[in-house]
């Protein structure tokens, strides 16, 4: 039977919640994954230091594994002072930056993406060689926020030289080009954003599972991202956006944006590696390329994965939590077979 191994992956975008869907997510992650960089859009953000350490302290006991690395982020705010983010730069990976209600729970996020409202915080994150994260997207025709986006990262580029900037879960063609213009400028990608466009999520009858922001977009996109990815881009990294929201916050009128891919992210990887005989590079995609953009050494943790059906579950529950996988009830060519 064929096997696939993948060492010390690592999920560079990833929302963990709190309380009991913390709970009941964390693990999903934590058992293959050997880090993964948590998103501070909790209600309310995560802006002080108490609150990030603890919770990280509640993301270490919901994941109940010491052999997982959760790297955690900051809410970017304008006003941030040089003496607290150089008091807690070394318990942070980076900052992530939201236009004010651009997605789930990024209502404290900035009003204006302008330049010289963003400056103070973005120079002393320079200087303190903090990355910024970010949600790129306008409050333009929805298909567009991100392609209107673009002028933006262009110009944060440019005056901030020596900011490491990532463009958080890319969805077009143009942010992938966009890569090769800019040294300081990096880039997250999704599983879904790889497998899906807009005609899944709504070419036939509507599919809330698949509703996410940024939106899935046109068949060339797909395609840039794919090719990226396949190729091990090395200014790409694998970013699941793994996004849960309760069943009946999906699977409703005025459905929450995201797409939980945790529990499947690793074997639908090698599925798709594998369908494209580019498994040579599945590694840099998953792991190395992110542990060399944001300089750091992963723990060790060896999955190894067979090409033998898995047949997603139809939900998870944990209490009175639960959320539906990407590819419920649907299989899967590929399993994990050992994590060491
Ligand atoms: N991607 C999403 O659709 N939702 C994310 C927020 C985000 O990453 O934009 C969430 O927190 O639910
Ligand atoms: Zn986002
Ligand atoms: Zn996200």
């Given at each position: 039977m064929q096997i696939f191994e993948i060492n010390s992956a690592l999920d560079m975008h990833l929302h963990l919640r709190d309380e009991d869907m913390l709970k009941l997510v964390a693990p999903k992650t934590s058992n293959t994954f050997a880090g993964a960089l948590i998103m501070p859009n909790l209600v309310p953000p995560v802006t002080t230091k108490e609150s990030l350490l603890s919770y990280k302290d509640r993301i270490k006991e919901?994941?109940?594994?010491?052999?997982?690395?959760?790297?955690?982020?900051?809410?970017?705010?304008?006003?941030?002072?040089?003496?607290?983010?150089n008091d807690i730069k070394d318990e942070i990976i980076g900052i992530k930056l939201y236009p004010a209600g651009i997605t789930t729970n990024s209502e404290n996020g900035v009003s204006s993406m302008d330049i010289e409202t963003l400056r103070p915080?973005?120079?002393?994150?320079?200087?303190?060689?903090?990355?910024?994260?970010?949600?790129?997207?306008?409050?333009?025709?929805?298909?567009?926020?991100?392609?209107e986006f673009m002028p933006i990262y262009e110009s944060l580029a440019?005056?901030?030289?020596?900011?490491?900037?990532?463009?958080?879960?890319?969805?077009?063609?143009?942010?992938?080009?966009?890569?090769?213009?800019?040294?300081?400028?990096?880039?997250?990608?999704?599983?879904?954003?790889?497998?899906?466009?807009?005609?899944?999520?709504?070419?036939?009858?509507?599919?809330p599972h698949l509703f996410c922001k940024p939106i899935a977009k046109r068949y060339e996109d797909r395609s840039a991202l794919l090719n990226a990815a396949l190729n091990a881009h090395p200014?790409?990294?694998?970013?699941?956006?793994?996004?849960?929201h309760p069943k009946h916050k999906k699977e409703c009128c005025g459905c929450a944006a995201g797409v939980f891919t945790s529990p499947i992210a690793l074997q639908v990887l090698v599925e798709l590696?594998?369908?494209?005989?580019?498994?040579?590079?599945?590694?840099?995609?998953?792991?190395?390329?992110?542990?060399?953009?944001?300089?750091f050494k992963a723990i060790e943790k060896k999955v190894t994965l067979v090409k033998k059906e898995f047949l997603v579950p139809e939900i998870y529950e944990y209490k009175n939590e639960n959320v539906v996988p990407m590819y419920a009830k649907e299989s899967i060519a590929w399993s994990i077979e050992s994590i060491k």
């Open positions: 919901a994941c109940g594994d010491d052999n997982f690395e959760p790297f955690m982020t900051l809410f970017f705010k304008n006003d941030y002072t040089y003496e607290f983010l915080t973005l120079e002393i994150m320079s200087e303190l060689n903090i990355p910024l994260c970010v949600h790129g997207e306008t409050n333009g025709f929805v298909m567009d926020r991100e392609k440019l005056a901030f030289p020596n900011l490491k900037i990532i463009m958080e879960h890319i969805t077009t063609k143009d942010a992938v080009e966009l890569l090769d213009k800019y040294n300081n400028l990096y880039a997250t990608v999704t599983l879904h954003h790889l497998l899906i466009t807009l005609d899944d999520l709504a070419g036939g009858a509507l599919k200014k790409l990294m694998f970013g699941s956006d793994s996004a849960p590696f594998d369908r494209y005989k580019k498994l040579e590079n599945l590694n840099a995609f998953v792991s190395l390329n992110a542990q060399r953009i944001y300089n």
